[in-house]
């Protein structure tokens, strides 16, 4: 069965930092770009950072430029979100999402998506 598999969120104060993981299982991530994703309540879903399956090209929504990187280990079969200098607004349920090769900004044609991590940034 393919799935990816989000895990490392949780509880953070303003200006601590979490690192997310995807992990993948029944296929293979080194074909696939990944996308994080992000959804806060009652506000529609939002790109956060993509990298392509070679790992030499990655973007960032403008939110979390200079605060957030993407990696990966294809040994791992993992994907990396790190978050720093987080903020209450980065509150979300955080999803990875998986298309073949190239990211994309457009959510609807990532083939695998992961069940997502809550993150909650509260003092």
């Known amino acids: 069965q393919l799935q990816l598999v989000e895990s490392g969120g949780g509880l953070v104060q303003p200006g601590g930092s979490l690192r997310l993981s995807c992990a993948a299982s029944?296929?293979?991530?080194?074909?696939?770009?990944i996308g994080w994703f992000r959804q806060a309540p009652g506000k529609e879903r939002e790109g956060v950072s993509c990298?392509?399956?070679?790992?030499?090209?990655?973007n960032y929504a403008d939110k979390g430029k200079g605060r957030f990187t993407i990696s990966r280990d294809n040994a791992k079969n993992t994907v990396y979100l790190q978050m720093n200098s987080l903020k209450p607004e980065d509150t979300a349920i955080y999803y990875c999402?998986?298309?073949?090769?190239?990211?994309?900004?457009?959510?609807?044609?990532?083939?695998?998506w992961g069940q997502g991590t809550q993150v909650t940034v509260s003092s």
């Open positions: 999402a998986a298309r073949r090769y190239s990211c994309s900004d457009n959510a609807l044609i990532y083939n695998y």
């Open positions: 990298i392509r399956f070679s790992g030499d090209s990655t």
């Open positions: 029944g296929f293979t991530l080194g074909s696939y770009a």
